[in-house]
């Protein structure tokens, strides 16, 4: 209960803007395509909340959730707990990096329609993974940016116009969001929420650092003694 105002909302906020999308691919009558950036605690929340609270109110069995990490543990631990279709990962380390990234995404999307996915959450939010975000996204899709990682990004202001595309800043969420979210959990419990790593609270430093570097597979908490 201690995660719902914090991650759990954060992730819970950014999917309800997603919704409007949702449905409209829905009436196209194909297959919802879904890219997560970033599988540590807030990704894993945004998991959760895609394949089973919207899952288990629609037929978004229809929905594909792909996920994208620099670690291949967190991409296992999601594709093992049935929390992403698919995963791949991406190497952002490097000047070539943006290139790297997007020619694996070409070749890695291949199969789907226009190599382009509907939806993208971007958990990291970096000038990389805002320019691939940028290079996936389908025809009057959605980009969701969420992680605080920072950069810049860069947008052709006639393809934006002729793509109709949508791109959303999207932080924490609202109390009426947190009430729904609330009620949600009671309805729908998580079969795989983030795992929980505890410290010390003499090892925040250490928490810090492991967080940093992406050591941590869901949320770390500080746990001081009695």
Request: glycine share 8%; hydrophobic share 45%.
């Amino acid at each position: 209960a201690a995660m719902l105002p914090c991650s759990a909302i954060t992730a819970f906020s950014a999917i309800k803007k997603i919704l409007p999308t949702m449905r409209r691919v829905r009436e196209w009558g194909v297959e919802l395509v879904v890219v997560v950036i970033g599988l540590g605690g807030l990704g894993q929340w945004s998991l959760n909340l895609l394949k089973h609270y919207l899952n288990a109110d629609s037929d978004t069995h229809h929905m594909k959730v792909i996920g994208v990490e620099v670690n291949r543990e967190k991409i296992d631990h999601a594709l093992q707990n049935d929390l992403i279709d698919e995963g791949f990962h991406i190497n952002l380390v490097g000047e070539q990096a943006p290139m790297a990234v997007t020619q694996e995404a070409e070749r890695f999307l291949a199969r789907f329609d226009g190599n382009k996915v509907h939806i993208v959450l971007d958990f990291a939010n970096t000038t990389e993974t805002f320019q691939f975000s940028i290079s996936i996204l389908h025809r009057a899709g959605t980009l969701i940016l969420i992680g605080l990682h920072g950069g810049l990004g860069e947008v052709k202001l006639p393809q934006a116009v002729l793509s109709m595309y949508s791109i959303i800043g999207s932080y924490t969420g609202s109390l009426s969001e947190l009430a729904e979210l609330i009620s949600v959990m009671s309805k729908y419990p998580l079969p795989s929420p983030p795992p929980v790593q505890a410290y010390k609270l003499e090892e925040a430093n250490k928490a810090l650092n492991d967080l940093e570097k992406g050591l941590i597979l869901g949320r770390a908490v500080l746990k001081p003694e009695h």
